[in-house]
């Protein structure tokens, strides 16, 4: 059964028929068996991983990728961070199940995280949706377990230490996955991991002794500081009184206000007024009729560089006033090419990449920002390009891998491999995806074994753009 078929039979199987669904996963399973999954062996016809940077580069703002390639010279995590379209590339050529969902596209451990759900409670989920797109269910895990073995690495981390965190991870997914298949279908899509879950789970590990006092500690005090970074910690670091007017102040070449940025001819009022018109368009896109979007006024603006990745596309932070000026709101608008997946998969039905990014994170995520929404907008230098639009920080944390140890990073890793279930599993068939996984752990060992093979490919790469960096072929600037 090819890839094509395994899709069409499952369009044709009516959603409760349970029985056809879990026989066409299984069907799946012996056409193309979980072993096969195993490894990884660069063909002969490679492209270069440098010359896929150099690509990216071409739309992005010149004086910034220099700044994108220095943070990607860090390390060889950082380096993988940033080779999305490296490993889609890769991921393009290895055996597929044909069982497709909405995927991520680049979920790396550092893309998971906590946040604020409109509800006020802070719920660890996916957050970073930029290459999202239907796709095969398997790149996402795949990129997630090599994730761990690169990190695991940069760590220090025993080979017994990180085969236990990457298949914890690929475990995560698959249990967590047949355990959705199992559940009801309003209780599979309201499943969803909070705080609260998160300190049980946290106390059935310690007492079980597979993680310690002082992991538990330390997840207790990630929640409390995600809890501090929320708009007014960012009002106070990024906004000034100047002339009298709340501004953002200038941090360049990492932040830079609108009006440093402008052509000549061109005045801030010019600005203001197109902003004010293309924030009506953003505000169409938001998910309620009566939004508290309508209470705040437009202040200001600049252009902010964030990640590693995503450096030298456009991403700025918007300055709204409420009430008054202690009443503020900080967007961040970023730029949203097309998925690089696209190269590889049909391309996005949404003709802005803005509305695919937040359509997908919609989707995938148990909860999405209130201020969620896209645009499209002319830039100063005529050209139009697609943004979505969320809010700055809203109770947000990650995980730190620098201090992380082995037993945290091995509960980190189920979290996230479960995680990622949950999000395939509101947008594909989870019935069909937990039988081809199975009761065994054949899968797990077979990405374990493709992790350890990746992750001496991503070194390799990593070599050859430190050569380029060194040769004067790439200009990097460190330290920003």
């Known amino acids: 059964m090819s890839d094509t078929t395994t899709s069409e039979t499952l369009e044709t199987i009516p959603r409760n028929d349970v029985d056809a669904r879990r026989d066409a996963g299984r069907a799946a399973r012996r056409a ?32 910034l990728v220099p700044i994108r390639y220095g943070r990607m010279l860090v390390s060889p995590f950082n380096f993988y961070r940033g080779a999305a379209l490296i490993m889609a590339s890769d991921l393009a050529g290895s055996p597929a199940s044909g069982l497709t969902t909405q995927i991520c596209g680049d979920a790396h451990l550092s893309n998971f995280g906590v946040f604020a759900s409109p509800e006020r409670r802070l719920i660890f989920d996916i957050n970073d949706f930029d290459e999202t797109l239907p796709g095969p269910w398997e790149w996402d895990v795949k990129r997630l377990a090599a994730s761990f073995e690169v990190a695991g690495r940069h760590r220090g981390y025993s080979e017994s230490e990180r085969s236990r965190v990457v298949r914890a991870s690929v475990r995560g997914y698959r249990e967590y996955m047949r355990r959705l298949s199992r559940m009801g279908v309003l209780e599979a899509w309201y499943d969803r991991l909070d705080e609260d879950q998160v300190e049980a789970w946290m106390r059935k590990e310690r007492a079980a002794n597979r993680i310690d006092a002082k992991q538990v500690k330390r997840t207790q005090a990630a929640l409390a500081k995600a809890r501090t970074k929320d708009s007014m910690q960012a009002f106070s670091k990024l906004v000034r009184v100047l002339d009298g007017e709340l501004r953002i102040a200038a ?20 600005d203001v007024r197109a902003m004010q018109g293309l924030l009506e368009g953003y505000r169409k896109t938001l998910q309620r009729e009566h939004h508290p979007f309508a209470e705040f006024q437009y202040v200001h603006m600049a252009r902010k560089v964030v990640g590693v990745g995503s450096v030298g596309t456009r991403a700025w932070v918007l300055l709204f006033r409420g009430r008054d000026d202690r009443d503020p709101l900080l967007l961040q608008a970023k730029e949203a090419e097309a998925s690089v997946l696209e190269r590889f998969l049909p391309p996005s039905p949404y003709e802005n990449h803005g509305e695919r ?15 969620l929404g896209w645009q499209r907008a002319e830039g100063a230098d005529g050209i139009e390009r697609d943004f979505y639009i969320r809010q700055l920080h809203d109770w947000k944390g990650s995980a730190d891998i620098e201090i992380m140890v082995p037993k945290g990073a091995e509960f980190y890793a189920r979290a996230c491999g479960e995680t990622l279930a949950r999000a395939h599993a509101r947008a594909g068939d989870r019935v069909a995806i937990g039988a081809y996984l199975g009761a065994s752990d054949r899968f797990d060992r077979a990405v374990a074994e493709f992790a350890i093979d990746y992750a001496d490919q991503n070194e390799r790469d990593y070599a050859a ?16």
């Open 357 to 371: 990014v937040v359509r997908g994170q919609r989707l995938m995520q148990a909860a999405s920002d209130l201020f």
């Open 32 to 63: 193309v068996p979980r072993s096969s999954h195993a490894g990884w062996t660069a063909p002969s016809d490679r492209p270069d991983p440098v010359a896929l940077l150099e690509e990216q580069a071409v739309t992005r703002v010149p004086e």
């Open 465 to 480: 753009f430190s050569e380029a960096v060194a040769s004067g072929r790439l200009t990097a600037a460190e330290g920003f």
């Open 251 to 270: 941090d360049p070449p990492l932040i830079v206000p609108v009006e440093d940025l402008l052509p000549e001819g061109r005045s801030p009022g010019d």
